[in-house]
């Protein structure tokens, strides 16, 4: 029996019910229809992973389902909406029945802790690509921007800095250590920060997820903002495992330029930082300065966008 | 300096201005922003085109642009909604500013016929695959769906039937014709059926673009409302190429097999027809039979569902 397109996403993808009540028509016509309720906007974006940039040949593939998602549910957390449905392309070289079995599970059970719907989708043959694009709600005229942080607010961000870096280095065979499996863990299987986003949403002046690097997504606050950001090194929260890497190697930019984190970095003013109720750390200011500069031990140098970028020449 | 993913995108597509006032935020953040009307749905779908599988390598970017675009479009223009907006992911080998330029010149031209907003996307390096997701508004509880044909409609269609399908046999060398200009044209740059599809919401039971070919595309109009189709073979609208084509070739299946016409086939009860005011064509009609069949010289036979399907073995 031909294998058809139709097929594959039915087989694996439609086991998911629909949970929402603005799905009004899933996965199997042309389009899938939401009904958006009244008072909210709608938060859209889109992300690809795409295999030996993003992920080896060999990676395991309900860590990779998971991983699509959780980095376009990451982008939701950063505007503070709440994740409604996903659309999924994948572009496979050939029917592995048994990774697609298993990238469902792993993108699946994501989907179900978020109650996300999966509503459609478009399966090609071609070198294996992943694409999500994920929608979400958010209250009108509320989300959180990366153009709106204020000269006084206070930089802060959820979780620690430079775990999926380590993790990296760690699963590239660049460095050893014996208690990386936290590190790997960020790496392989972030977490999206919803929660955070939602708590933030009435209190951060501005907010971007930790994707490219810490320099290079404060880097975009600053620039959209119009303004500068001043970090202090003896504030980056860093596990024992990143401060023993760097003590080993003497790296320290790792933390700073390595991705993946999907921690949320976001702007506040000093008033609203003593109503926020989740865990934070705060790492720098907001200043009238020139980019994104770092003060170690009294001595202030400026941080280039480290963060990882495709064509980068 | 470096040619950031974010400054690819930026220069090559930031240039189109946002036309909608449901459009709150565009490209620039983690996510877009829309503010989506009250009493409306939304429409949402998304279509991957891969290098060698759907295009060549030499393709006219322009073109490929336009066909991306217009795919997408096809498919909301199947339920009847009014386009929207649209995020685009572009997965691209190298930065080849020429081309770059050339496909977002054929990507926007389109997008601006329609007023639509591209509001977002995500650029990254690997195997030449472009991926978009297209949104579009229907007013609430009358988009047009491929499960609802009723036994004793009509079975209608737009335009010309294998068009596209002549177009590839051309561009492919399999076939010469001194006059196939416009079947190529339809091949490149196929026109989504926005207009048609609006005016046909009020009207049809059911409706379908006819992507993957006639006979799969109405198969599953057959299929997903639980009816069969038989279509009449000379009621079929085709060109006096097409005509010549299936003279010379004895290939008559080539029509109701081939995909990319992106014209859209509808059924409709015999009294709602006389109110339609678009250019149509009846080909058949919707019965209790088992899936769809096709009447030639007062013989009736199956078609099998002959359609463009990826993986098929």
Not at 142 to 161: E, H, N, P, Y
Not at 252 to 262: C, E, F
Request: with cysteine; proline share 4%; charged share 15%.
């Amino acid at each position: 029996m031909a294998v058809s397109e139709f097929g594959l996403i039915e087989r694996y993808f439609k086991q998911q019910t629909v949970n929402n009540p603005t799905t009004r028509l899933g996965i199997g016509d042309d389009c899938a229809l939401l009904s958006i309720p009244a008072g909210v906007e709608l938060a859209l974006t889109t992300d690809t992973m795409v295999e030996n940039i993003h992920f080896l040949a060999n990676a395991n593939p309900e860590w990779l389902g998971h991983k699509l998602l959780a980095v376009n549910l990451s982008d939701l957390a950063s505007m503070g909406a709440k994740p409604l449905s996903v659309l999924l392309a994948l572009t496979l070289p050939s029917v592995d029945e048994q990774w697609l079995s298993r990238f469902a599970q792993g993108f699946l059970n994501l989907a179900r802790r978020y109650n996300v719907d999966l509503i459609g989708g478009d399966t090609t043959a071609g070198a294996l690509t992943l694409t999500v694009q994920a929608l979400g709600l958010v209250p009108a005229n509320t989300a959180m921007k990366r153009s709106t942080a204020q000269i006084g607010d206070l930089v802060c961000m959820t979780g620690l800095l430079g775990e999926a870096g380590l993790g990296l280095k760690i699963a590239q065979g660049h460095y050893t250590c014996a208690d990386g499996e936290a590190a790997l863990a960020r790496l392989h299987r972030p977490e999206p920060q919803i929660a955070a986003g939602l708590a933030l949403r009435e209190f951060a002046s501005a907010c971007i997820d930790i994707s490219d690097g810490l320099a290079a997504d404060l880097g975009h606050i600053a620039a959209q903002s119009g303004v500068g950001a001043c970090l202090e090194w003896a504030c980056l929260p860093l596990s024992p495992q990143v401060k023993h890497y760097i003590a080993t190697t003497g790296d320290w930019q790792m933390p700073l330029g390595a991705g993946d984190d999907y921690e949320l970095c976001f702007t506040i003013s000093p008033a609203k930082l003593k109503s926020l109720a989740i865990p934070y750390t705060q790492i720098g200011i907001i200043d009238q300065g020139d980019g994104v500069r770092i003060t170690q031990s009294g001595s202030t140098q400026p941080l280039s966008r480290q963060g990882y970028e495709h064509f980068s020449q």
